[in-house]
């Protein structure tokens, strides 16, 4: 597996990514994470990276009672000895899809949210692991935890997902403590933690329960979601601004403000990065005008580049 | 334009309110959601760019009904229809109408009266001119114009007083109307036109009041009217009032007597007793306010005789000066008609069968009807009691020459006209040659024209019995009074010949009828008017000798002149003797309520005088009484705190009070600003929901 992702990357921005207006305007959250993972496959037969998920490991010898189907025939014709070939098993990965749907999440400048993006990026995670063959599971929350699915690689559990995903936001405020500390004490298999969210809360506990996270051997990937409009702010207009979370209002008179404010943004930007760095997580940012099929490129990507394999469990 | 109260005009600064809003609130409305404020500091809103002001028009709207709101409450009103108050700068000619009529004895009514008087002739600046009248049943020009503006302006007023000062309330009724109009008349007369005219009318304003002839009067412009009414302490008065019987002087069969007793609408009490002179059964009576009861007093000891008058008082209503009732009764008098001619009072084709039933005998009179053929000789004695003598013109001449006689002795004489041939008698009777008559051709006749003016047709001058188009006339005759002196038509037919006529001849008249009332000629005797005319012509001969009992307080009394000789006296109640130049006819000093006894007569006579009736009657009247009339009043209130001791800012406060209170200009203005809400809502959601949409 050595070439990397990196080559395919300019056959992708040439224009065969999926416009995220175009895939947003398919209601169906399973459609579009079929959509997008489809895609994703049809340029992955283009690539040379075919088979990438069973991937040969190693040899051992024949025992009686091993499956006949694993025996290298072609082993034994050419030194008529008997091998059986071992592969690379990620179906049984457990990953869990931690999804943030506080009320910050439904902000949009564009004709879709960010929960609407997040949820498609889910579902399409949720879609392409599954198609793998790994074990899926799913955590929404606020500042609490709403939904738990254990992950599972079942018929009918995609579904299920989808149908969790497919939720209207509830209320609250985001808050990352709390679901991350309960959901250390729930899976206690390690796997891999995939947390979408805005990330738009103070940052103090995170380091805290991401380190916990990632302590306990779970392989966590941090997908921050934000809108464009919170990455410029180019508000124009003097109005009250509105908290999405606590309601609370302030007149703002943008083009006053915005200096201040990307000022902010950044720190708490490169702050978060800072800290995921230190703790060996992964961090995308992800603006919602970005095709989703470059999130599962960049996501992949990363994983490869980063020289981790992900972790495993033989049969 | 002015306004009441231009302290709400300064409400006129809220339209700051919406400008402001307009500004800040616009903007401030929108908010924008956002996902998170944590990285975001308040800045200060500006509101500096005039581009910030959007929807002017609405804002305009907004701005206006402020405005008009504030503009409303401000209570504007326009200046040019107020009259001027009074300023010292400005010359008035003033009218002081005071009441001196017997309502006035009430309480201190009198003593308020002089004291708004007083107030008001001292209020007189130099250059006034005031004229003070007081008045009653008539008005009495205390003062007129000349002779305030010519004595001592210093002295005027004081002048004034002491005139009003020396007068007292009078036993006359209050004759308000005729007052007024005498006032304007005196405020009219020679008058300078610039000089503002004003009449100040000081009275109780009784409900009794008479208000004739303002029905109908033209008020001139310019003439300012202020009524101070002064009111008693103690309101409501209770009154008798003779019954029907009683009043036209008739005794009653019984002796008992019916007196009305009236309360007015404002009294207290309704319990009263009524007790007589002549030490009879008297009478509890309980009415109600503002109703009447006729109340029969039995026959008393001492019953009512035509010489001895008697007095009932009522007690119990606080009010003094009615209380009396006077009443004074004659005799029932046989009175003779002479009928001269031959027709059988049996036979109903005659003219006799209908005069026997044209006297009924009534209390103060009995009829005594009396034929003479021709053959029986007429006497002077058969004048003596006559009143009225009647036949047809076919009387000899012996007939003719006693009817002369009684016309000279003063009895009436109407004589029928059967054809037209037998004008002889009339000539006979009038000294002169016989008129010329004739047929009339027609099928029949009416009466065309009628002379309601005249004492015998006058009762009938009420529409309800003025109809005589029913008495057809079958046989009419045409009689020419050419040449007759004082003849007067007091009837006449359609085709304008004359049907009655009237010539004085003697002391007396002659009536002459240019047809009869048998059935044969007309419809007369068959007629309900059969009956009142005869009476009338009855009452017509004898009314210079038969004299009523009972008058009211300022009636002339007439006096008998026939048969008197030399001068009479009247003796008043307070016993004064009033000596009459020999053949007075009438006695005007009727100035009190009481007995008056007239001397020097064969026989003594003697008569009651009351109060007037409607004096008694002492309830404010209607407040809109006179201004229905047409009269621009202004009434002052009815304290004496409250008196004309004129604040000229208060004056004019009220008067503008009053004229805002009529132009309600704020009504106008708050329903315009009521429209452009309206407006300004539905332009309002048409610009919000046109935003919501865009």
Known sequence: MSPSLQDARPAVSGGSFLDPAALMRIRNLELRAQVVVEGFWSGMHRSPFHGFSVEFTEYRPYVVGDDLRYLDWRLVARSDRYYIKKFEDETNLPSHLLLDLSPSMNFKSLGWSKRDYAATLAATFSQFLHDQGDAVGLLTFDDRVRDYLPSRHRKGHLRQIMLALEKQSSAGTTSLAEPLKRIVEIVRRRGMMLLISDLLAPLEDLEKNLGHLAACGHDVVVFQVLDPAETTFQFQKATRFEDMESGRDLYLNPSAARARYLEAFGQHQSAAKSLCERLGIAFHVLTTDVPLDIALFEFLRDRLARGRKPVKTRR | MNFLAPLFLAGAAAVALPILLHLIRRTEREKTPFSSLMFLQPTPPQMTKRSRLENL????????????????????????????????????????????????????????????????????????????????????????????????????????????????????????????????????????????????????????????????????????????????????????????????????????????????????????????????????????????????????????????????????????????????????????????????????????YYLGRAFPETRTRNVELLLRPTSVPLTAADLKDAALVIGSTRLTAGQAAWAKQALAAGVTVLLALPDSTSTEAIGTLLGRTAPNAADLTSNYSLFGRIDFQHPLFAPFADPRFSDFTRIHFWKARQLSTNGIPGARVVAAYDSGDAALMEIPAGRASLFVLTSTWTPADSQLALSSKFVPLLSGLLDYGRARQVFARQFFVGDSVPLPTNGVAGALSVVRPDGKREALAAGTPLFAGTTEPGFYRVDGLPEPLSFAVNLSPDESRTAPMAADALSNLGVPVKLVPTTLAAAPKADPAATLMTAANELEGRQKLWRWVLLAALGIVLIETWLAGRLSFGGKTA
Request: with cysteine; proline share 3%; charged share 25%.
């Open chain 2, 57 to 352: 028009f609405l804002l305009l709207l907004r701005c206006l009904v402020l405005a008009l709101v504030a503009f409303a409450f401000s209570r504007p009103y326009l200046q040019q229809a107020i009259t001027p108050p009074l300023q010292k700068t400005e010359r008035v000619r003033t009218v002081v109408l005071v009441d001196t009529s017997a309502s006035l004895r009430r309480d201190d009514l009198w003593a308020q009266a002089k004291q708004r008087a007083a107030s008001v002739l001292r209020a007189a600046g130099a250059a006034d001119e005031v004229a003070l009248v007081a008045f009653d049943r008539q008005p009495r020009v205390l003062i007129d114009f000349t002779r305030w503006t010519g004595s001592a302006s210093t002295e005027r007023a004081n002048l004034a007083v002491n005139l009003i000062e020396s007068e007292t309330p009078s036993w006359l009724s209050t004759h308000l109307g005729s007052a007024m109009m005498r006032g304007v008349e005196l405020l009219e007369e020679k008058a300078d036109a610039q000089l503002r005219k004003r009449l100040v009318v000081i009275s109780d304003f009784q409900d009794g009041a008479k208000l004739d002839g303002l029905q109908g009067y033209e008020w001139p412009k310019g003439v300012e009217v202020r009524l101070e009414q002064i009111n008693a302490r103690n309101p409501g008065n209770a009154a008798l009032q003779l019954g029907a019987e009683l009043a036209s002087g008739a005794g009653t069969t019984d002796g008992s007597i019916k007196v009305r007793v009236n309360n007015s609408a404002d009294a207290k009490r309704d319990q009263f007793r009524i007790q007589r002179s002549d030490g009879g059964p008297g009478a509890e009576a309980y009415v109600p306010a503002g109703q009447s009861r006729v109340i029969t007093l039995a026959s008393g000891t001492n019953s009512l005789t035509a010489t001895n008058g008697l007095r009932l008082s009522l007690t119990g209503d606080g009010q003094a000066f009615d209380d009396s009732l006077f009443i004074q009764t004659r005799r029932q008098e046989t009175v003779r008609v002479l009928f001269l001619g031959n027709d059988d009072p049996k036979d109903s084709a005659g003219l006799a």
